[in-house]
Structure formats: structure tokens, C-alpha cells
Nanobody
Framework: VQLVESGGGLVQAGGSLRLSCALS????????MGWFRQAPGQERDIVAA????????YYADSVKGRFTISRDIAKNTVYLQLNSLKPEDTAVYYC?????????????????WGQGTLVTVPS
């Protein structure tokens, strides 16, 4: 399974970005997806997650009301819409796929990872 993120970049505070993560290779069914981020010198933390049917989502408190996770099963793609960006959102964002249906909240719940895409919000 390969995951390729795109959509990162430099954006001013208050701006928006949409990250995409395309899956290819051995695609299994009923898998959950997550977005994580890692700032320099910090641990990789979950940002948002979504189950297979998109009826269960999770958001970290720091992004609730600003970020939205969604997925297109037909395109094997998951998205993360980032609105009202803040300097503290600056990080490398990673998408991850789990071989299980339930939404995992830690990195250990995910089996496959993308290479990451950098989001920079200058202060």
C-alpha cells in the first residue's frame, strides 16, 4: 500500500489549504484513515481520523471547527481541509491508513504512512 500526500505549502495566518492523500497498491476494504502532524522537536500527534463509511470522525481539540476530514472511496483518496490556519499549525502532515475499520487515535493504530507534506504558516 502506498500513500502519497499533496497540497502542503506556505499560507498566511487565516488562510486555507486542502491536503490530499491518494492510496494505491493493495487496497483493503473497511479501513480507517487518519491525518497526523509533527512539528520540529515534537511528537507526531493525531489531527483527524475517519472511518470507512465516513460516519465517524475524530478531531483533535486544537483543530475542531477549523479542519475537516473527508474521503472519496471511489478515488481511494482522503482529504483534510485546513481553514483559519494559525502559526501553531506549522508542521509536516502525514496521512495514514489502518487495516482495521475502527478509528484509531494513536500512530500505533495505523499500518501504512505517507511521506508527509509540509504546511507552513508564518507568524
Amino acid at each position: 500500500v502506498q500513500l502519497v500526500e499533496s497540497g502542503g505549502g506556505l499560507v498566511q495566518a487565516g488562510g486555507s489549504l486542502r491536503l490530499s492523500c491518494a492510496l494505491s497498491g493493495r487496497i483493503f476494504t473497511n479501513y480507517a484513515m487518519g491525518w497526523f502532524r509533527q512539528a520540529p522537536g515534537q511528537e507526531r500527534d493525531i489531527v483527524a481520523a475517519i472511518n470507512w463509511s465516513s460516519d465517524i470522525t475524530y478531531y483533535a481539540d486544537s483543530v475542531k471547527g477549523r479542519f475537516t476530514i473527508s474521503r472519496d472511496i471511489a478515488k481511494n483518496t482522503v482529504y483534510l481541509q485546513l481553514n483559519s490556519l494559525k502559526p501553531e499549525d506549522t508542521a509536516v502532515y502525514y496521512c495514514a491508513a489502518s487495516s482495521e475499520e475502527r478509528v484509531g487515535l494513536t500512530s500505533r493504530a495505523y499500518d501504512y504512512w505517507g511521506q508527509g507534506t509540509l504546511v507552513t504558516v508564518p507568524s
